[in-house]
């Protein structure tokens, strides 16, 4: 079993930043992958970033160039670097953990962003 635990989210100004973090405990040695989702309301759960463990990463489309996804393997956390935030950015952000081997994927509990004036 792997835990994941976010930290970081809360209530930014547009334009501003914030930066998210997720620890993984447990099994850690049976994660492929890393990264984050984001569900809006209303809206389906998207994928934001992800990261291997070999430091490929993949972002959406839209986020490019604003959003930078980056890992501590000593400290088994990744994070998320959110730059230039938009409104339309707000949503409840979840790590994401694919497992190496056949089982369903690890979810955080999530953690709300809130981009207002």
């Known amino acids: 079993q792997v835990q994941l635990v976010e930290s970081g989210g809360g209530l930014v100004q547009p334009g501003g930043s914030l930066r998210l973090s997720c620890t993984a405990s447990?099994?850690?040695?049976?994660?492929?992958?890393m990264g984050w989702y984001r569900q809006a309301p209303g809206k389906q759960r998207e994928l934001v970033a992800a990261?291997?463990?070999?430091?490929?990463?993949n972002y959406a489309d839209s986020l490019k160039g604003r959003f930078t996804i980056s890992r501590d393997n000593a400290k088994n956390t990744v994070y998320l670097h959110m730059n230039s935030l938009k409104p339309e950015d707000t949503a409840v952000y979840y790590c994401?953990?694919?497992?190496?081997?056949?089982?369903?994927?690890?979810w955080g509990q999530g953690t709300q962003v809130t981009v207002s004036s």
């Open positions: 447990g099994s850690i040695f049976t994660i492929n992958a």
């Open positions: 990261i291997t463990s070999d430091d490929s990463t």
């Open positions: 994401h953990a694919e497992p190496n081997y056949p089982r369903p994927d690890y």
